[in-house]
């Protein structure tokens, strides 16, 4: 063979090649760049089921099929995942756990703590469960127990990376569970197991209960906030509020004769009556509008407050927070007035409005006679 020769030229290399051809973009004139096409985002499952105990059946069926591997959680409340040895036999595992997250009153949770370290991702947790298939609650909390770690705040952790979330359908249909768990389905997957339940799952979302002592404590916490002088004008509107609501309720029940048993009676308005009622009495002289604006306001109130306290720690100055029972409370009530109030009040007449005086004994109290128990409006 003559070296001298010429060798036959190559073809240019193409450089699209092993790229799919449709979507590649040359820019400039004449210029190898390319526009490569977006990486699109892979939707999450969310499966929504009716209890907690319908979860650890999801998770045994999911054992059983080809993905049993894949990235998941469940979403639980305090109620089933707390471990710490005090707050975990409270009866407000809620507000107790706020507390005890606030650094100036609890000092902070040590199993909270050791969440980003142990339990932050889907291949640690499975080491300490000891399986790389799908796990129930059961097992993540022996697990935290067994490693000191958070299972509640181990499972909010996992959220952001997993492929399938399992939770009771409260969490995908109540709009605060949801801003609170940070859950976002526009664009995601939902699968609803044995959906002929949703319906109440649904008119219990947009429903609401709240009792008079509950309603006097919020009354009072606000209260307090004003004597700090933390945010005076919208804790007081708030606290006036609260009053007229509680006052509202007291003498409601006097009257609640339209429905009696031998331990409750009760007083029942349509959601017009209801409406016209607290337009009168509860919302005069500030308008439902008035209220609501407070209302925002003090949760961001509370929300920065609740942030500098953990920032700055147990040696500095305590910051006076509004209580996680009274924002619930306060939340509640208007999370169930804007239903009533959407499309100029078309769906008003949907509600009933009752107030129930009930014979009910106090949790945690000692009984007083043979029964202990007492009248309490709700």
């Not at 650890?56 to 707390?82: D, N």
């Not at 490693?147 to 359908?169: D, F, G, M």
Request: charged content about 30%; aromatic content about 8%; glycine content about 8%.
């Amino acid at each position: 063979a003559d070296p001298t020769a010429k060798k036959p030229a190559r073809p240019e290399a193409s450089s699209g090649y092993h790229l799919p051809g449709g979507d590649i973009k040359t820019v400039g004139a004449g210029a190898g760049y390319l526009r490569m096409p977006k990486r699109k985002k892979c939707p999450r499952i969310y499966f929504g089921t009716r209890t907690h105990k319908q979860v650890a059946q999801i998770v045994r069926e999911l054992k059983k099929t080809a993905y049993s591997g894949v990235r998941m959680t469940i979403l639980a409340s305090r109620e089933h995942t707390c471990i710490h040895p005090t707050i975990s036999k409270s009866f407000n595992k809620n507000q107790d756990c706020q507390d005890l997250m606030d650094r100036r009153k609890g000092g902070g949770c040590r199993f909270q703590a050791n969440v980003k370290q142990k339990m932050a991702s889907h291949h640690s947790v499975r080491a300490y469960i000891g399986s790389d298939q799908a796990w129930d609650l059961e097992e993540l909390v022996k697990a935290g127990k067994k490693v000191k770690a958070c299972p509640y705040y181990a499972t909010r952790e996992l959220k952001n990376s997993a492929q399938i979330i399992l939770c009771p359908y409260n969490y995908l249909v109540e709009p605060r569970i949801r801003k609170s768990m940070e859950i976002f389905l526009k664009n995601q997957i939902v699968i609803l197991d044995e959906a002929h339940n949703i319906e109440d799952s649904a008119r219990e979302a947009a429903s609401g209960k709240f009792k008079l002592d509950d309603v006097t404590a919020a009354l009072q916490d606000c209260e307090r906030m004003v004597e700090h002088d933390i945010l005076p004008g919208v804790h007081g509107g708030l606290a006036a509020f609260l009053s007229r609501l509680g006052t509202w309720m007291q003498k409601s029940a006097e009257d609640a004769k339209d429905y009696s048993d031998f331990n409750s009676s009760t007083k029942v308005w349509t959601g017009t009556s209801g409406m016209a009622e607290w337009n009168e009495i509860l919302f005069y002289p500030e308008t439902y509008g008035d209220i609501k604006i407070k209302l925002q306001e003090a949760l961001k109130e509370q929300s920065a407050a609740f942030e500098q306290n953990n920032e700055d720690g147990a040696d500095e100055g305590h910051t006076k927070v509004l209580s996680k029972m009274t924002s619930d409370l306060l939340d509640g009530i208007f999370s169930v007035l804007d239903f009533m109030h959407r499309k100029d009040s078309l769906y008003r007449d949907d509600y009933r409005m009752s107030v129930v005086k009930a014979q009910e004994r106090k949790k945690g109290g000692k009984a007083r006679g043979w029964t202990g128990k007492g009248d309490v409006p709700s």
